[in-house]
């Protein structure tokens, strides 16, 4: 099994930044795997906002590029997603991925709320 816990989640105005953590325990070997941010706006399904591989090869949603940033400390077994610039369509509940074997797993992700 495969533990995973966001955090860092609030409430920002536009322009604003936050950064998001994902700390992954339990049976994972947290540096071979590639760490993947999704997120879900109410009402709508949930997309993927990027991924960074175990080799740190990273890659973003059209709509984040250059705003959003990933990273991964693979002592701390944490994934990070760096936001700034936020804009209120970057509302939504951001969720933490992972696929080991044949599992899929998920954190309970953290609301992100971009108001003014």
């Known amino acids: 099994q495969v533990q995973l816990v966001e955090s860092g989640g609030g409430l920002v105005q536009p322009g604003g930044s936050l950064r998001l953590s994902c700390a992954a325990s339990g049976s994972i070997i947290f540096s071979i795997y590639a760490m993947n941010w999704y997120r879900q706006a109410p009402g709508e399904r949930r997309d993927l906002v990027g991924y960074?591989?175990?080799?740190?090869?990273?890659n973003y949603a059209s709509s984040v590029k250059g705003r959003f940033t990933i990273s991964r400390d693979n002592a701390k077994n944490t994934v990070y997603l760096q936001m700034n610039s936020l804009k209120p369509e970057d509302t939504a509940v951001y969720y933490c991925?992972?696929?080991?074997?044949?599992?899929?797993?998920w954190g309970r992700g953290t609301q992100v709320t971009v108001s003014s």
């Open positions: 991925n992972t696929r080991v074997g044949k599992g899929d797993y």
């Open positions: 960074i591989t175990s080799g740190g090869i990273r």
